[in-house]
């Protein structure tokens, strides 16, 4: 499925080295722009998708026909304002979206299903740099993301500290937690369990959809707050008077989630689904950049990462998390912060309320544009 | 970067943003909507940054481009090495502190020097109200009642001076304000309203 929705596709002029040890020949990168950049290259804003996003953040889905995924924050006027900034986004190595992946053909004319590389953040990272010496930008006015997206965020700013001047990141984390692997963890034992799987070599035949299904819906309820869950459904059913006293989906939150899991097969390949939440579960940036032993506490361990950054020499940074995240918590966002007042890096931080959830940088929460919108000034 | 100037600042503020040169680094405690800060960067070129309690002042600040990050003054003062600030500051929140003896401590540990002002407890106002009214004092600079006020740790000019010889940190300069006017020294703890000191520790060793 390579390519069939990219709008713009650069192949990678060298092959791509990866964590693992192996390299991606002739990887390719699918890739959306906005707004005009400018004769100093110097306005580029690149935005990094979380795990099942894709570039296509203010133009409608190929495949869904749905709006982009940040239409509400990037745009003419908008936060990130298209009329000011060149808004790149690109589909990460390993997704489904035109960029290289398990779905994509390998050199002997099949997909490589489980036969590609299990790849890393860093990797996505790698990928994106390549992309952009490729544009010829040698400076990122801002990096930004959420959720995984603000992973690569953080990882581009620790392994290229040059290559942005403001770093952006929502609702992440510098390293998966145990909670997080495990969530991730059912998702992928949901797809493998799957008898359309067949060891991920299900490319033309019946896909694993219920497995990938059930994935999502597990997934699905951790960007979402319990707040959140009763307020939209409670305990209310659907489309009935009383209890079935069968197992149909009577309550509007099996249907909802149902309805999320069976769109999301749609559009999304479950080897992509594997390999990302691999990605993220592989992710410590503290580890990446551990030294021998001397450092006694967890922030000055991940201090290491932002050495690029030290005494305010690098890029500025500005953290925002969500009361409400339960994913990616609070204190999470805190232990960066900490990390980057160690080194001397400026750094803006804020918990903002909101009900809802982990997905709440995706949803309308002007407090969210305020931020966004002034750190970019 | 262009932070909306906001017409004149409060006198305390206004003698920390006029003694702090162009390329230093600062850090603001307790920065609340970043006026001082603004300031600072705006007309002083200064490289400033702030921390504040407060959500919805940490996001005002930030979408006016500042770099101040949320959180407790309390705490999180020690996740930054020692002196990564040429001067420290703190406005008018010392009084609120949990023990403001140590966050002194920590001010000038992280700076190496520390702009620290606050309202006189012991203001002639004050006095009066609690002579002659036997309650606790709300005034212009007190303006909250006793049970919600944020003030926790009310402090005297005299008592100040005191808590720095106890700890030996120097007194580089020092202003005094009446209703924005200035206040001698000599009179200061019955007459001044506010004080402003310039403080530093160990300066021999910079």
Known sequence: MAN?????SFTLPAPLSLDNGETLASAQIAYETYGELNDEKSNAILICHALTGDQYVASDHPITGKPGWWVRMVGPGKPIDTDRFHVISANVIGSCMGSTGPASLAGDGKPYAMRFPVITIRDMVRGLIALLDGLGIDQLH???????????ALSLAANFPTRAARVLV???TARHSAQNIAFHEVGRQAIMADANWLEGDYYGGDVPASGL??????????YLSEEGLTDKFGRRLQDRDSKSFGFDADFQVESYLRYQGTGFTQR???NSYLYITRAMDYFDLAEEFAQSGNDTTEAAKLANAFAGHARGEGARFCLV???????????????????????????SFVELSAPYGHDSFLLDLPALDRVVEGFLK | MSPQNTGP????????????????????????????LAELQLRHGVDARGMEINAERVEKCVARGLSVMQGDADHDLAQYPDKSFDYTILSQTLQTAARPDRMLDELLRVGSRAFVSFPNFAHWSTRAALMFGGRMPVTKALPVNWYATPNIHHVTIADFCELLRE????????WFFSGGQSVGAATANWRAESAVFLLSRDLGRD
Not at chain 1, 144 to 150: E, I, K, L
Not at chain 1, 213 to 222: D, E, G, K, W, Y
Not at chain 2, 9 to 15: A, G, I, S, T, Y
């Open chain 1, 268 to 270: 999304f390949d479950a």
């Open chain 2, 167 to 174: 700890k030996g940190v120097a007194v580089e300069k020092q």
């Open chain 1, 142 to 152: 801002t990096v930004v993301g959420g959720s995984m997206g603000g992973m690569q």
């Open chain 1, 170 to 172: 929502l609702a992440s």
């Open chain 1, 213 to 222: 299904s059930v994935a999502r819906m597990a997934a699905h309820i951790t």
């Open chain 1, 321 to 347: 998390s969500f009361d409400t995240d339960w994913l990616y918590p609070t204190a999470e966002s805190r232990h960066i912060v900490h990390a980057l007042n160690a080194v001397g890096a400026p750094v």
């Open chain 2, 9 to 36: 600042l409060r006198p305390d503020l206004e003698v920390i943003a006029s003694h702090i040169a162009a390329g230093t680094r600062v850090l603001d405690v307790g920065c609340g909507d970043g006026t001082l």
């Open chain 1, 4 to 8: 069939a929705y990219a709008s713009q």
